[in-house]
């Protein structure tokens, strides 16, 4: 009976979190205008639990290119992203997930075409996202990997938007 009483204390304590940190990586894909984009994204973040809700920073990098051949040159377009985002997440007892998330993200694009290469200055831009996902309890362990989606609307200064689908993955730590 005490062995019992042990393993579930050591299960229920290790369930309940007060904080988590997060790695992440997936895929990304521009929407509308900015279909012909795709990329790469990395990111880590630290959740605050305030029971099903959860707030905190999160930090990624995306880089997304696309080429095009134009009278036998190829341009590369390249843009990359450091994005500082603040996010707030309802977590069921199921595992599923929906939140949202306000961020800075800080943009340079870069064109090649042959041999000259043009970096544009790095420039801040407000974004939105959705978040979509689900998260897999392992019992006893602070371990926790998820898949996610996201849809993220970055704004431009001419009053225009940027639109990108993620798709990412990775594990939760608890502490």
């Known amino acids: 009976m005490k062995k019992?009483?042990?393993v579930?204390?050591?299960v229920f304590t290790t369930t309940l979190s007060f904080?988590?940190?997060g790695i992440k990586g997936g895929y990304s894909k521009g929407a509308g205008d900015s279909s012909d984009y795709s990329g790469i994204a990395l990111g880590v973040d630290y959740m605050l639990n305030l029971g099903p809700i959860y707030i905190g920073p999160e930090i990624m990098y995306t880089n997304w290119s696309f080429e095009r051949t134009i009278f036998a040159t190829t341009?590369?377009?390249s843009t990359n992203d450091i994005q500082l985002n603040a996010n707030a997440l309802f977590k069921t007892p199921l595992g599923i997930y929906i939140g949202a998330g306000l961020g800075?993200?800080?943009l340079q694009s870069t064109i090649k075409a042959g041999s000259s290469e043009n970096k544009g200055d790095?420039?801040?831009y407000v974004g939105f996202q959705g978040i979509l996902g689900f998260e897999l309890g392992l019992p006893g362990l602070p371990i926790k990997p998820f898949i996610e989606g996201r849809y993220?609307?970055?704004t431009s200064d001419n009053d225009s938007t940027a639109?990108?689908?993620y798709i990412m993955g990775g594990i939760n730590i608890d502490f």
Do not use: G, T
């Open 4 to 6: 019992l009483l042990l």
């Open 8 to 10: 579930l204390m050591f």
């Open 19 to 21: 904080a988590s940190i």
């Open 75 to 77: 341009w590369e377009y």
């Open 122 to 124: 790095r420039k801040a």
């Open 104 to 106: 800075l993200n800080f």
């Open 152 to 154: 993220q609307i970055i």
């Open 163 to 165: 639109n990108y689908i």
